[in-house]
């Protein structure tokens, strides 16, 4: 099983990025895919996660109006499109699958309750 994150980068406040997490090794569609982000010092937190069966969403509060997930099941891909990236963006972002109570798992902050994490990739939003 792998879940490679790519598209991270230094971006300029109000600026936009969008990150991609591609699966393998694992039916794609039998999962939900969430993207969690962890700044310096602070704990790991949910940013939003899709069911990849029926595109149903979740959106943590620091996603909620700036940020859009989407799941294209053709190429077993999740993508996070970020807009308006204020400074407190700047974090590693992992993106994690998981199989059972998805929709629980998100809302609560699951960490733990995930089934597969990728290596992240890190965002940086500075002038």
């Known amino acids: 099983v792998q879940l490679v994150e790519s598209g991270g980068g230094l971006v300029q406040p109000g600026g936009s990025l969008r990150l991609s997490c591609a699966g393998s090794?694992?039916?794609?569609?039998?999962?939900?895919i969430g993207w969690f982000r962890q700044a310096p010092g602070k704990e790991r937190e949910v940013v939003s996660c899709i069911n990849s069966g029926d595109d149903i969403s979740y959106y943590g509060h620091s996603a909620k109006g700036r940020f859009t997930i989407s799941s294209d099941n053709a190429t077993n891909t999740v993508y996070l499109q970020m807009t308006n990236l204020h400074l407190e963006d700047t974090a590693v972002y992992y993106c994690a699958a998981v199989q059972s109570n998805w929709y629980l798992v998100c809302v609560a902050n699951g960490v733990d309750d995930m089934d597969y994490w990728g290596k992240g990739t890190l965002v940086t939003v500075s002038a």
């Open positions: 090794g694992f039916t794609f569609g039998d999962y939900a």
